[in-house]
């Protein structure tokens, strides 16, 4: 059975578990003055996030641990999260069986870092990372994160353009192409800008309703954060 003890600057929860159908979530230890807390996630299925928006048809799993550490004044935490067979409507309409990804996170009481890798038939990988500023509260102890926080990240990565044709098989159109992705995110949560480059290399387009046939499409097109300009077609 689950046990929770209060104290006078902490909180101990020991063996303090949800589970069913092979899905279970469990959190273990102290959190206070002084916290040394550990939640996991084990094959968490993503339909429950119906129960929050019934229009999300999302299905696969999840699994992940996540530990606090540390003081008020000093917190740490770090965690990992994989997610496996990521499905929902508009991936299935465009031809993405499914997605499988990872993630890490460490905060040192100041700064979230994380860093994911997401895998697919689409091509990819895709990797993506972030830097948050997010004091600790000094109450709580927990990340302080507002609209005024700011932010850098990144994105790069490759897709094919052949996985939209399911989407266009109504018309008959086909599409083919490798888009190499190398974006930047800055700025702060309120308003975030995003600079970097697209670029398209071996694009194809079979039209067949309106005779339309291209071959060998070349396209460039940079950002700054404020707007996007072709460098190259």
Do not use: C, M
Not at 40 to 54: F, G, H, M, N, V
Not at 72 to 77: I, K, Q, Y
Not at 107 to 135: C, I, K
Not at 205 to 233: H, K
């Amino acid at each position: 059975p689950a046990r929770i003890t209060l104290a006078a600057d902490s909180v101990r929860i020991d063996g303090l578990a949800l589970q069913g159908e092979g899905a279970r979530l469990s959190i273990d230890g102290r959190f206070g003055d002084e916290s040394d807390l550990l939640l996991t996630l084990s094959a968490i299925p993503l339909e429950l996030a119906r129960l929050a928006t019934p229009e999300l048809d999302w299905s696969g799993r999840l699994d992940g641990r996540f530990r606090l550490t540390g003081s008020r004044n000093a917190p740490r935490a770090s965690g990992e999260l994989t997610a496996g067979g990521v499905t929902l409507a508009a991936l299935r309409k465009a031809g993405v069986s499914g997605l499988d990804g990872s993630a890490t996170l460490d905060w040192n009481g100041d700064t979230l870092r994380g860093e994911s890798a997401v895998t697919g038939d689409f091509g990819g990988p895709l990797v993506a990372s972030l830097l948050l500023a997010a004091p600790a509260d000094p109450q709580t102890g927990l990340p302080a994160i507002g609209e005024g926080s700011s932010l850098t990240g990144t994105l790069a990565g490759n897709v094919r353009l052949g996985v939209l044709n399911d989407l266009l098989a109504a018309r008959g159109d086909r599409v083919d192409g490798t888009l190499a992705i190398d974006l930047n995110l800055f700025g702060h949560l309120a308003e975030p800008r995003l600079g970097g480059r697209f670029a398209l290399t071996g694009g194809s387009y079979r039209g067949p309703l309106t005779g339309v046939s291209l071959d060998d499409i070349l396209l460039r097109v940079n950002g700054d954060g404020e707007r996007l300009t072709i460098a190259e077609f």
